[in-house]
């Protein structure tokens, strides 16, 4: 019997909710799961892995499918799916903070050209001459 951690549907039509099952390879996608592990819920960004069990099925050879893998991932880091930004979509505080910090960094800029020069030769060569009058 070859096992796979993979995604059972549930949930009406249009407002689809998954539980994350370990299964028969064979067994229908919606059929008798050996064991449910937690549930991903895409609509309202929520997912509950129970790790310890998924760590067990993988010890024995169960083959996870692609989402179950991220969701399994994503809860031995810690974050939570609801808290990542879609890559090449930044949020809208993240352009705001990158806007400032490039306006901060022009500022720094022009002020460091209008600044006057100071010249550190003179002032060595004081402590110079201080130092050997002593």
């Known amino acids: 019997m070859a096992v796979v951690l993979r ?3 549930t949930g009406a039509k249009n407002n689809s909710c998954f539980r994350i099952v370990a299964m028969d390879r064979k067994s229908a996608r919606n059929g008798r799961a ?3 592990l937690g549930f991903y819920d895409p609509r309202h ?3 509950k892995c129970n790790l310890e069990r998924a760590e067990y ?3 024995v050879g169960a083959q996870p499918s692609d989402t179950v893998k991220a969701i399994v991932k994503r ?3 810690g974050v939570k799916l609801s808290d ?3 890559p090449g979509k930044p949020s809208k505080k993240a352009v705001a903070k990158l806007e400032a910090a490039e306006a901060a960094k022009a500022e720094a800029k022009k002020a460091a050209k209008e600044a006057p ?3 550190e030769a003179p002032v060595a060569e004081k402590a110079k001459a201080e130092e050997a009058a002593k």
Do not use: G
């Open 7 to 9: 995604l059972k549907r």
């Open 34 to 36: 050996i064991e449910e």
């Open 45 to 47: 960004k929520d997912e």
């Open 57 to 59: 099925w993988l010890s």
């Open 75 to 77: 809860a031995k880091d």
């Open 84 to 86: 990542k930004v879609k």
């Open 117 to 119: 020069v100071v010249e």
